[in-house]
Each structure stands twice: as C-alpha cells, then as structure tokens.
C-alpha cells in the first residue's frame, strides 16, 4: 500500500456511497482513523485505504492518465466529477469511457462536431467517441 501517515488525505469504502474521503487522524498498528468529509468517523486497515489526489483540478482531468493514483476511487471521482459538468467522455490513455447521461446529446452527434474531430490526433480535442472513430479508420 501506499504511504499513508498521519495527516495523509485519503479514500475509505463506505456502504452508502462507495467511497468517501477524508483525513487520516490516527494511526495504531495495521489501523488508521479517519475524519472524513462527510463528518464520519472511520476506523480501517491501511491496506484498504487509498491516497487521494489532491493535484487534482476541481474539473477533474479529461485523460486519467494524468492522475496521480489510477485506483478505484480516484477513477470514480473523476468520472462524477465530468459527469456533473456534463463531460460524458473521458480518456484513460487511448481508450474512451462513456458515462450514460440518460438524456439525449444531440449537439456531440452531429455533422458539424464529426467534421470536427476528422484528421485531428488522439488527445488534441477533448474526449469524444467521433475522436475513437476517427483514429480507428
């Protein structure tokens, strides 16, 4: 695992939400409290604990290759993140992960964003399946 000390900003499982994030307190043995965000207090074995990113700009990041730690919380963090500001695609180096927005997008299929993404290199534009279709043929 990691290197996580008193004071170390991390991710903890919860039942509720899946993850929550939180600032560790206290460490005893193999045992580190926690203080999440959220007001809980957790008690957990540091081997399920994960760093959290703290380099992380608000926005999330369009490729997660750019984040600091590539694990499940960071991933779906990131993922919620763009979600919420209506960012559907989002790069793990060159493959393409789409989130369901449950609405139709007609603006991101249309002939003019196609034109846009054609002849354009993998990464240059922000994420986009027009983006994966272009690259592939």
Known sequence: PANILVGSHVWVEDQDVAWIDGVVTKINGEEAEIQATNGKKVVENLS???????????????????????????VLQNLSTRYTLNEIYTY?????????????????????MMAHYKGVALGELSPHVFAIADVAY
């Open 48 to 74: 399920k604990i994960f760093p959290k990113d703290m380099e992380a700009p608000d926005g999330g990041v369009d490729d997660m290759t750019k984040l600091s730690y590539l694990h499940e919380p960071g």
């Open 92 to 112: 793990t180096g060159n493959i393409l992960i789409a989130v369901n927005p449950f609405q139709r997008l007609p603006h991101l299929y249309d002939a003019q």
